[in-house]
């Protein structure tokens, strides 16, 4: 931005500083400038458009450049320390931004800063203006504009440096430029603002012009910061004292221009743009402006900016010291595993000693991981995981009892601090919309006003049924009641239908985050949603887009192939749907491919588990079925999903006694129930034509031999 000359540091506290400061480190802070020397531009046209007053940006420059010095040797890539530059300032300013009682207005100071005969009076108006607008977008929207129209990056930059992409950022730009001017519009006293625009109405779709346009205005501004200052400035960086920056305080600044003058450029600029065409093709959803957050949240509207966001995922092994205190009293142990693992597999026991636990994690990529009470997982059967993220480093836990799960503390890398963030502000978003629906419907089933009458009838013979068959009888009527969407009394399904409204808003706006803010946290978002919504998520189509965008930024990375599985299965496995092919191994330790078995034939695939005794009493009923049809024209073949060990599987196999082919998937190393869509249940059952097309899934015995009848399939004769 256009910057007046500064003395960024009062020498006099250079010659006089005290005997502490003689033991600086000299090679480190030749290196530091070295690196820096191809930032100082960027970053100084980017702090002074960030900053809102002289207290601010004497905060803002000073905590970067000290927090960067502090953090130098931990950055790996010091060809991208503007990238960490720009990131820390961006947080450093939302932290001021939040904290202040005066976000929407302009401080009268603020247009005495403008050069003298550079500016009208007009234009002045606008800037005041325009600041008022531009606090009401959204974050990511805001830094977007800040940093294309104003700093005059360009998108390729801005993805760099927002770990991004150049649609993401085309679409942010796009969507704060209709949200600014539909502001414009309806604002009566921004009418200089509208007729500004109105004026202007050529669009700029060349980059180079654009940038060439903000270059020519820059030329007649004040001097900017010379980087010798910032030298001095490093230079004056006692050893330790990035622990203890009360130091720096005693050195004098002189005023900066903040960032009026490029305001006054984007008045100018930006709403060249506005007029054309969109950025981005297809329909751009203007978005809305709502009243700020709570100050302790990062944001005022919308999301974490993805400068935010973390670094790509390492190709290093990731090592993580977890320490923790455990304030529930009933905890003897943690159980340790990946978000994506079943319980029911390998897992680490973290032994808690008098309260406390700790624990190396050494895994190849950083991602989520999920802590498990034990005694909730292997006595009470219902749990609540504690999800945190691998990063390198110490990561801290300070645990309550699964009642107070909410009041848990995780600190420690930025993948974890942005989960954190993330969760406050859905809650913070969302909460007080689901809170009284929520009520209301415990207080229904405080009264047993919450079930409709059959599915009363339902439950109560569920409680104690005959024997398993019966049991296995009716969840198939509960799950059906459901799918039909019967299982609600009168009043309760008033409310469900309000909280589903909630629940697609809620959907929308975790998708736009994820699209908006690529990170290994937000490709856990897109994971979670996919395993919780499955093919009933109404966003599938536009998290299937999303995903294109990821498995590009982390090719290697574990969730790039369990989502690419996820959503195939989503749109191959279904009725109509075509089946997908496998191979594996018999107990013998054969490998059989599902296609070789099937040959032509109508197949039953035959998902289950020793453990599922559900699974069982399903592969028990079909066994009358295959003794009729198996044939040239029908099989059955099984597929047994066990953990650890086949001990249990060959016992059942011995007391079943299933007359047809059983395969083995010993710890879901060929992803078979993934492709198949239930990675989390005990089985299933898919009923498959000759070509392949999937005919039913979850049939009966007795709906399997009525497919047989009306396909003509003859009876094995004996």
């Not at 198939?476 to 799918?483: H, M, V």
Request: net charge negative; glycine share 6%.
């Amino acid at each position: 931005m256009l910057l007046r000359r500064l003395s960024f540091l009062n020498m006099t506290y250079f010659k006089n500083r005290s005997q502490k400061m003689e033991g600086m480190n000299q090679q480190k802070q030749t290196l530091f400038m070295e690196a820096y020397a191809s930032c100082h531009d960027p970053f100084i046209r980017y702090c002074s458009a960030l900053a809102y007053n002289k207290i601010e940006l004497e905060d803002l420059v000073q905590d970067v450049l000290v927090t960067a010095y502090e953090q130098f040797e931990n950055i790996r890539k010091k060809d991208r320390l503007l990238h960490y530059l720009i990131r820390a300032a961006r947080n450093r300013a939302i932290s001021t931004w939040r904290r202040s009682k005066q976000r929407e207005g302009l401080q009268e100071a603020h247009p005495s800063w403008c050069r003298p005969g550079t500016t009208s009076p007009e234009v002045i108006l606008d800037i005041q203006l325009l600041y008022q607008l531009m606090t009401k977008l959204p974050d990511e929207q805001k830094d977007a504009i800040l940093l294309f129209e104003i700093s005059g990056f360009s998108m390729k930059e801005i993805a760099e440096i927002q770990r991004s992409t150049v649609g993401a950022v085309k679409t942010r730009i796009s969507r704060g430029r209709s949200s600014l001017r539909k502001m414009i519009e309806e604002k009566p006293e921004s009418k200089s603002l509208l007729g500004l625009l109105l004026f202007l109405r050529d669009p700029i779709s060349d980059e180079g012009f654009r940038s060439q346009r903000i270059n020519d205005s820059l030329q007649k501004l004040p001097p900017k910061i010379e980087q010798e200052e910032i030298a001095k400035m490093i230079n004056a960086l006692p050893d330790g004292a990035m622990t203890n920056k009360a130091w720096f305080s005693r050195i004098n600044f002189t005023p900066l221009v903040v960032g009026a003058i490029g305001l006054a450029i984007l008045v100018m600029v930006l709403f060249n743009f506005l007029p054309g065409a969109p950025l981005t093709t297809g329909t751009d959803t203007s978005v809305s402006v709502e009243s700020p957050q709570p100050d302790n949240l990062a944001l005022a509207n919308g999301f974490p900016n993805s400068v935010d966001n973390p670094l790509p995922a390492s190709s290093e092994p990731v090592k993580a010291l977890l320490k923790g205190v455990v304030l529930d009293p009933d905890a003897e142990g943690l159980y340790l595993l990946k978000v994506t693992q079943d319980t029911r597999g390998e897992k680490v026991r973290i032994p808690v000693v008098n309260g406390a636990f700790e624990y190396e994690l050494v895994t190849d990529h950083e991602e989520a991981f999920q802590l498990i009470y034990t005694h909730e997982l292997d006595m009470a059967g219902a749990w609540r995981p504690i999800v945190f993220f691998a990063e390198p480093g110490e990561i801290d836990f300070v645990l309550q009892e699964s009642q107070r799960a909410d009041e848990n503390k995780i600190e420690g890398g930025e993948l974890n601090r942005l989960w954190t963030e993330f969760q406050t502000l859905f809650e913070t978003k969302f909460y007080g919309q689901y809170a009284p629906i929520q009520a209301k419907m415990r207080e229904l089933f405080q009264n047993d006003e919450y079930s409709s009458d059959s599915m009363k009838v339902l439950l109560q013979a569920v409680r104690d049924p005959k024997d398993e068959k019966e049991r296995t009888d009716l969840g198939r009527k509960i799950t059906a009641l459901r799918d039909e969407g019967l299982h609600l009394s009168p009043k309760a399904k008033v409310l469900d239908d309000q909280r589903k409204i909630i629940d697609q808003k809620a959907l929308d706006w975790r998708y736009d985050y994820i699209s908006n803010n690529p990170s290994i946290m937000s490709y856990y978002l897109l994971y979670q949603d996919l395993k919780r919504s499955g093919e009933n998520n109404g966003n599938i189509g536009e998290m299937a887009v999303a995903f294109e965008e990821f498995k590009k930024l982390y090719p290697e990375h574990p969730y790039t192939n369990i989502i690419r599985e996820m959503i195939f299965s989503f749109k191959a496995i279904k009725v109509g749907g075509v089946y997908e092919d496998f191979i594996a191994p018999d107990l013998q330790g054969v490998e059989h491919q599902l296609s070789d078995l099937k040959k032509g034939k109508i197949l039953v695939l035959d998902l289950w588990a020793s453990w599922c005794r559900p699974c069982l009493q399903k592969s028990r009923e079909l066994i009358p079925v295959y003794r009729d049809y198996n044939g040239p024209d029908f099989t059955v073949v099984g597929v047994a999903r066990e953990f650890k060990n086949t001990e249990r599987l060959e016992k059942t196999l011995t007391r079943e006694q299933y007359p047809w082919m059983n395969l083995l998937e010993l710890d879901d190393q060929n992803e078979i129930w993934l492709k198949y869509k239930i990675p989390f249940s005990g089985g299933g059952i898919f009923l498959i034509d000759r070509e392949g097309e999937i005919l039913a899934i979850e049939p009966t015995a007795e709906e399997v031999r009525k497919i047989l009848e009306d396909q003509g399939i003859p009876k094995t004769k004996r």
